[in-house]
């Protein structure tokens, strides 16, 4: 079975820095992509940022500039790092990892979330 967690979250004010961390952890799988989504309240679930197996990021237009996405593959860890941050990245994070076992994709596993929460 596949657990994945999430930490880093918390409270800043605006133009402060946060770094969240994401980590795969069971055994017989590999992973394909990561990344990190965001839901506030009364708003659908949105991409932030997402880093493909072979290192490839994407970023959703809001953030780029201001965060960055790293991944350590043999510890199926990503990292977000949020710098510049503002009152409208407050929401819940959400870690999605996709899982492949016996070399073909399984699923996306997500976390539990994370409180990112941005004051004035």
């Known amino acids: 079975q596949v657990q994945v967690v999430e930490s880093g979250g918390g409270l800043v004010q605006a133009g402060g820095s946060l770094r969240l961390s994401c980590t795969a952890s069971?055994?017989?799988?590999?992973?394909?992509?990561m990344g990190w989504y965001r839901q506030a309240p009364g708003k659908q679930r949105e991409l932030v940022a997402a880093?493909?197996?072979?290192?490839?990021?994407n970023y959703a237009d809001s953030v780029k500039g201001r965060f960055t996405l790293s991944r350590d593959s043999p510890r199926y860890t990503v990292y977000l790092q949020m710098n510049s941050l503002k009152p409208e990245d407050t929401a819940v994070y959400y870690c999605?990892?996709?899982?492949?076992?016996?070399?073909?994709?399984?699923?996306?596993?997500w976390g539990q979330g994370t409180q990112v929460t941005v004051s004035p």
């Open positions: 999605k990892t996709g899982v492949i076992i016996a070399g073909i994709p399984n699923a996306d596993y």
């Open positions: 069971g055994s017989g799988f590999s992973i394909s992509d």
């Open positions: 880093i493909t197996s072979r290192g490839s990021t």
